[in-house]
């Protein structure tokens, strides 16, 4: 098989960057190495950037976001017994709109079977070849092993992925943190605490109470590294987010029988560079950031953004100058969204280690952030999205 473009990955990375190659009339083909379902079963974070929806729109897969999508014009903090609200739209004049990822790969899935694209699930073994001369891709589809010869390779297959791989050990270069400790995540059939999105910052730990719809909670607690969902069954995460929330969100919770509970680690990590030959590197792939910020989605989206309008330009213009300048592009986008989730983080969470002067300071940062309009122009237009 020969497509213009490989792309190894049907999360929303590889999905968004089919779409948006199809609708410029650029041949693409995805390899995914599970089922449709189940890449529609993992359970991610559901904030949504301006920019990211404007791209959904490009991609012509915005119509269902439009329509059951919630905007949100502010958040809020919670800590010192107090609820302290950050006005989004007027410093920056952005929103953001709370939609679930979950529903964004469906939307984008939906999309790419209506226009007949190729997907190839349950596709094993994808292995890149010849990144540096005539790339190809070989996998194995119901025990045969095939192969799939492409212009370029586009590697969306998130952080446990294959094509970091494919970059030598002497040119990639990996930074990483890794936090001491997780969020314990709950979904729930009930109505949110708030309208708004509420980060909880308390001395027992970091809380935040997010939400899918006007029926359905996403809620998080800061859990030990070494909790099992098995540690916390519902009564004990209920009882234990109502301590981390001021008194108002406490009394608006209702609690319910969580219909998913997870645990994840929180990390940090930037791989460089982010293209090597015909190889590029796009979202989860190249880079991970705790989900604090709510940027692991939206990153992944400015990088799609980034390639596509390289191989456009390509492909129509016969210029190399985006496929160039993509690795330095999307990498300066990518740290400064690393800097506001390591910020954010550092922040809110409860730090095992840390000194009393380390929690005076996190105090300190939170005072400033309510008394500074600059401190919260700084905050909000990270949260909103920082320009491409
Ligand atoms: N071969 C083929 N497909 C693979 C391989 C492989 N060797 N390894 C992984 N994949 C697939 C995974 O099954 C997954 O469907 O690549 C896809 C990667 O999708 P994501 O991990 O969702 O990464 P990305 O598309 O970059 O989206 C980033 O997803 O994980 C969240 O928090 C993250 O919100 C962020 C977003
Ligand atoms: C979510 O709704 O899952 C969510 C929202 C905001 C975050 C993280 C997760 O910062």
Same mark, same amino acid.
């Given at each position: 098989?020969? +497509?213009?473009?490989?792309?190894?990955? =049907? @999360?929303? %990375?590889?999905? /968004?960057?089919?779409?948006? $190659?199809?609708?410029? !009339? &650029?041949?693409?083909?995805?390899?995914?190495?599970?089922?449709?379902?189940?890449?529609?079963?993992?359970?991610?974070?559901?904030?949504?950037?301006?920019? +990211?929806?404007?791209?959904?729109?490009? =991609? @012509?897969? %915005?119509?269902? /976001?439009?329509?059951?999508? $919630?905007?949100?014009? !502010? &958040?809020?903090?919670?800590?010192?017994?107090?609820?302290?609200?950050?006005?989004?739209?007027?410093?920056?004049?952005?929103?953001?709109?709370?939609?679930?990822?979950?529903?964004?790969?469906?939307?984008?899935?939906? %999309?790419?079977?209506?226009?007949?694209?190729?997907?190839?699930?349950?596709?094993?073994?994808?292995?890149?070849?010849?990144?540096?001369?005539?790339?190809?891709?070989?996998?194995?589809?119901?025990?045969?092993?095939?192969?799939?010869?492409?212009?370029?390779?586009?590697?969306?297959?998130?952080?446990?992925?294959?094509?970091?791989?494919?970059?030598?050990?002497?040119?990639?270069?990996?930074?990483?943190?890794?936090?001491?400790?997780?969020?314990?995540?709950?979904?729930?059939?009930?109505?949110?605490?708030?309208?708004?999105?509420?980060?909880?910052?308390?001395?027992?730990?970091?809380?935040?109470?997010?939400?899918?719809?006007?029926?359905?909670?996403?809620?998080?607690?800061?859990?030990?590294?070494?909790?099992?969902?098995?540690?916390?069954?519902?009564?004990?995460?209920?009882?234990?987010?109502?301590?981390?929330?001021?008194?108002?969100?406490?009394?608006?919770?209702?609690?319910?029988?969580?219909?998913?509970?997870?645990?994840?680690?929180?990390?940090?990590?930037?791989?460089?560079?982010?293209?090597?030959?015909?190889?590029?590197?796009?979202?989860?792939?190249?880079?991970?950031?705790?989900?604090?910020?709510?940027?692991?989605?939206?990153?992944?989206?400015?990088?799609?953004?980034?390639?596509?309008?390289?191989?456009?330009?390509?492909?129509?213009?016969?210029?190399?100058?985006?496929?160039?300048?993509?690795?330095?592009?999307?990498?300066?986008?990518?740290?400064?969204?690393?800097?506001?989730?390591?910020?954010?983080?550092?922040?809110?969470?409860?730090?095992?280690?840390?000194?009393?002067?380390?929690?005076?300071?996190?105090?300190?940062?939170?005072?400033?952030?309510?008394?500074?309009?600059?401190?919260?122009?700084?905050?909000?237009?990270?949260?909103?999205?920082?320009?491409?």
């Amino acid at each position: 098989m020969r +497509t213009q473009v490989g792309i190894i990955g =049907a @999360g929303p %990375a590889g999905l /968004l960057l089919g779409q948006l $190659l199809h609708a410029s !009339g &650029i041949d693409n083909v995805i390899l995914e190495r599970r089922s449709g379902d189940y890449v529609l079963g993992r359970i991610r974070a559901g904030l949504i950037e301006h920019g +990211t929806v404007a791209l959904l729109e490009q =991609a @012509g897969c %915005a119509d269902r /976001l439009h329509t059951e999508g $919630l905007v949100h014009e !502010g &958040i809020e903090l919670s800590f010192g017994g107090d609820r302290h609200r950050i006005d989004l739209k007027a410093p920056t004049g952005k929103v953001v709109t709370v939609y679930g990822q979950t529903e964004i790969t469906r939307d984008l899935m939906q %999309a790419r079977a209506a226009a007949g694209l190729k997907t190839v699930y349950e596709a094993e073994a994808v292995t890149p070849f010849d990144v540096m001369g005539r790339p190809r891709l070989s996998y194995v589809e119901h025990g045969e092993r095939k192969e799939l010869a492409c212009d370029f390779i586009a590697g969306c297959d998130g952080f446990h992925g294959v094509s970091r791989q494919a970059i030598p050990a002497e040119v990639l270069r990996a930074y990483e943190r890794v936090y001491p400790f997780g969020w314990l995540g709950v979904m729930v059939d009930r109505p949110p605490v708030s309208d708004e999105l509420i980060y909880a910052s308390s001395p027992r730990g970091f809380a935040l109470c997010s939400m899918r719809s006007a029926s359905r909670s996403r809620l998080y607690i800061q859990c030990r590294l070494d909790d099992a969902v098995e540690d916390w069954p519902d009564e004990r995460f209920y009882a234990e987010l109502a301590l981390r929330l001021d008194a108002r969100a406490a009394a608006n919770l209702e609690p319910g029988p969580s219909i998913e509970k997870s645990i994840a680690p929180l990390r940090s990590f930037v791989a460089e560079p982010m293209r090597h030959g015909r190889l590029f590197l796009a979202g989860d792939a190249a880079h991970i950031v705790p989900p604090t910020g709510a940027k692991g989605l939206n990153l992944a989206a400015s990088d799609v953004h980034y390639l596509w309008r390289g191989l456009v330009e390509h492909y129509q213009e016969g210029s190399g100058a985006g496929l160039d300048a993509y690795s330095q592009t999307a990498l300066a986008r990518v740290w400064k969204a690393e800097r506001f989730s390591w910020w954010m983080t550092s922040t809110l969470h409860l730090f095992p280690e840390s000194s009393g002067f380390d929690r005076r300071l996190q105090e300190a940062e939170l005072d400033y952030l309510m008394s500074s309009r600059a401190a919260q122009t700084t905050l909000t237009e990270n949260y909103v999205g920082l320009p491409y």
